[in-house]
């Protein structure tokens, strides 16, 4: 057996030799499916048993099979591992399903991965509960975060966005249903905003209302203005914006209360309010003050995000805050803003505090991951949220241009919602493309 595996590796480091280790750096996933793939397979299948065996993950044969083994079969009773169920090629690495003998658990595997991932010589193993008795080993073989390609069929449906690829090969998709109120972390340069750009992309093609607060006088998101219903680009219009998006949501709980239901989706789909995504590029500018005449605003801003990150999961409207920080150096409100935000992302940081800010309430396990998140891997982040599981993922680069494009080609479905008209901003008329077919029908907001 060992001298198959031998061979296959000999095949592997032939073809290396032969052009394809040029491959190899090159162009990864091609390696991986002419040779890596096969190998890696090889290797699996040839060495199961005893890889299972000197990772401590076998248990006795019950004693009816010991029985039956020794007396009828006339065979060594040996050790059993998990059951292998299904073994299957992807472009990134392997999936194998196994089905867990009684005496082992998913925590189990687990602890062994980095040992499971020496032993195929893949470059990471991640193992993922698929429903009780069954575990997935996801295997990538090659580091897919090193140049990012979200899978072909990741597309942004429902109230769900693929933004960015898990270290496992598989797209993680931030969901609005699931997580209603998201903070996202980093230093400088870390990719906040080519997070957020991913995600305007996703959501620029679905039908929402898309509110951006860039106080750093819109640098970034004046560029997806023709799909945007409402900017603000000083703490000022902040302020009034953020008055009239909390009015709004007071308008929702009426129409919910008249229907007599409790939440937005449970309204008929012609009543239903169309949902809004408030993108805030840096927290920091909002509510970070210099004199005391500012007071009064920030009182107003921190009250007003606090109000809808509280409430208006409810009645569709989310919040995506993005910042450097998140403590209790942001003065009065932050944390408990921050106690609100579900969802959270943390990419590079400074300092370990600030991944603590982001991860040690949600995900404690996490907080080490984010704190080595290296300088030249931007757009690199920890994602976790408040069911403790938790994810390294990275964004693809992404142009703000080509975001831009995607942001104008979908400018029909800005939805029609008054209360945010005197905040929509300017596009000009060459930006706006031919009217089109409107998908989304406007709606009143309440009867
Ligand atoms: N996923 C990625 N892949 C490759 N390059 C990236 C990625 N994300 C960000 N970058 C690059 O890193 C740099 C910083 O990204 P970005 O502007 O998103 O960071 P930021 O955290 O918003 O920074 P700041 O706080 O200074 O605005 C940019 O040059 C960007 O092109």
Known sequence: MADWTLWLEATGALAGAGGLGYAKARAPRVYW???????????????????????????QPSGLRAFMTRNVARREVQPVPPKIRRVRGTSTG????????????????????????????????????????????????????????MPRKARPHDLIVPVALREDGTAWERDYRAAPM???LGANHSGKSMYQR?????????????????????????????????LATTPDDAASLLAVLVAEMEDRFDLLKRHGVSEVWELPAAERPV??????????ELILISSKKDEERRERIVTGLIRLAQMARAVGIHLEICGQRFGSDLGKGATMLRAQLTG????????????????????????????????????????????????????PE??????????????????????????????????????????????????
């Open 198 to 230: 991913n995600l305007i992309k996703g959501l620029a093609q679905l039908p929402v209302a898309l509110v951006g607060i860039d106080c750093k006088r819109g640098v970034e998101q004046t560029a997806y203005a023709p799909r945007l219903s409402a």
């Open 33 to 59: 499916s002419l040779v890596g793939m096969p190998v890696t397979w090889g290797r699996f299948t040839l060495s199961y048993r005893s890889t299972m065996d000197v990772c401590g993950l076998t248990v």
């Open 182 to 184: 998201a903070l996202t």
């Open 344 to 395: 959270r992302v943390v990419h590079r940081v400074n300092d370990k505090q600030t991944a603590e800010m982001g991860l040690a309430d949600v995900a404690p396990d996490s907080v080490a991951v984010a704190s080595l998140i290296p300088m030249e891997r931007p757009g690199t982040a920890v994602v976790a949220d408040a069911s403790g599981g938790w994810s390294k993922i990275r964004t």
């Open 94 to 149: 392997l999936r194998v399903t196994l089905r867990l003998p009684a005496g082992l658990e998913p925590h189990d595997v687990i602890a062994t991965s980095e040992r499971l991932r020496h032993a195929w010589g893949v470059h990471s193993v991640t193992v993922t509960e698929t429903k009780p008795g069954y575990v997935e080993l996801r295997m990538t073989g090659y580091d897919v975060l090193r140049r990012v390609r």
């Open 398 to 447: 992404t142009s703000r241009e080509e975001v831009a494009a995607v942001c104008r080609a979908h400018a029909h479905l800005v939805p029609d919602l008054p209360a945010l008209e005197p905040f929509r901003p300017f596009v000009p008329a060459q930006e706006v493309p031919a009217a089109g077919p409107s998908l989304v029908k406007p709606r009143p907001v309440t009867d």
């Open 275 to 284: 949902p809004v995504v408030v993108l805030v590029d840096e927290v920091a």
